[in-house]
């Protein structure tokens, strides 16, 4: 049976599969519609699979909030092209109202579950159907759920940063207000922790483990007599140039000083820690360098973003507006934050797909 054009712009249209493909699944199927959509089916399945080896770093962040509930989800793609797609921002969309109604706790339990838009399918199924229609590699990366008195959520560059808020005593609108304020903070300064009463012993010894090792690997930022006396333990190795450049240039001695001399510093600096971490000059120091680390990390002590003062702290904001709001839970998802990005080059892929 002759294929015409017009037989191929109709699947085409059914299956939203390429013009080549339908041309193929109609001429294998000699023209019948029916099963030449159920090729296309069978073919796109397969080619999912082998799609599902191919880095997708890009892609979406979406919310969904109902009430005092919401959730958040990432969902991959490989290029920022389909992340711009139309289709691809309502299948977004689409698994974060899957997030939002899910008893999932799990990504694997999550997949396996009915699909919220057609029951006959599971959650991976209606993925796989996805990546065979748009052609590339997706991922449903992560979800996650908050409930609150309050939630609030903030989609910033079209869906690269997703934030959800929940928080307690916040029925007013001045504290709503305030929320949204907050989850803008939060996309723009990105806050691991609420405040430090959250961050567990554990990982506060490591914050001040690096602090420290970070401190003997910058001499020149200690004080000055624990640096004197590294200047004189290092004489003994230093080169005579170095011991001059020490005399005659002290005030700009970092750049002045050899690579190998600076190397050997920071050497000595390390060799001598145990006596270093004693110094109560130094104890001073590292109390006042982490809690700068809290102040970058913690929500509650980071300088509020639109404070007039430029001061005024994110915790102290909120108290102003109410003295009773309480954050509970915050998400902050970022499209492809710790995944390895495919480098492309854009005309070797052309050439590649023309045989050149």
Known sequence: MAITAAMVKELRELTGAGMMDCKKALNETDGNMDAAVEYLQKSGAAKA??????????????????????????????????????????????????????SSDNMESFMAESWNEDSSMTVQEALTAKIAKIGENLTIRRFEKVTGDAVVSYVHGGGKIGVLVAAK??????????????????????????????????????????????????????????????????????????????????????????????????????????????????????????????????????????????????????????????ITKMVRFETGEGLEKKEENFAEEVAKQMGQ
């Open 49 to 102: 699979v082998k799609k599902a080896g191919r880095i997708a770093a890009e892609g979406l962040c979406d919310v969904c909030v109902e009430g005092n509930n919401a959730a958040i989800v990432e969902v991959n793609s490989e290029t920022d092209f389909v992340a711009k797609n139309d289709e691809f921002k309502s299948y977004v969309h689409a698994v974060a109202v899957q997030a939002l109604n899910t």
């Open 169 to 326: 005593n916040a029925s007013d609108d001045a504290s709503k207000e305030a929320l949204a304020n907050i989850a803008m903070q939060i996309a723009a300064m990105n806050p691991q922790y609420v405040s430090e009463s959250d961050i567990s012993d554990a990982e506060k010894e490591k914050i001040g483990e690096i602090v420290r090792q970070n401190a003997l690997s910058d001499p020149f930022s200690l004080p000055k007599p624990i640096l004197n006396d590294l200047f004189d333990k290092a004489q003994a190795v230093w080169s005579d140039e170095d011991k001059a450049e020490k005399k005659s240039n002290m005030n700009y001695l970092p750049n002045f000083l050899s690579d190998e001399a600076k190397a050997a510093l920071i050497s000595i600096a390390h060799e001598n820690e145990s006596s270093i971490f004693e110094n109560k000059i130094f104890t001073n120091l590292l109390t006042g360098r982490i809690n700068k680390q809290y102040k970058d990390i913690c929500l509650l002590d980071q300088v509020y973003v639109k404070a007039e003062d430029g001061k005024q702290s994110v915790g102290k904001y909120l108290e102003s507006v109410n003295k009773d709001l309480v």
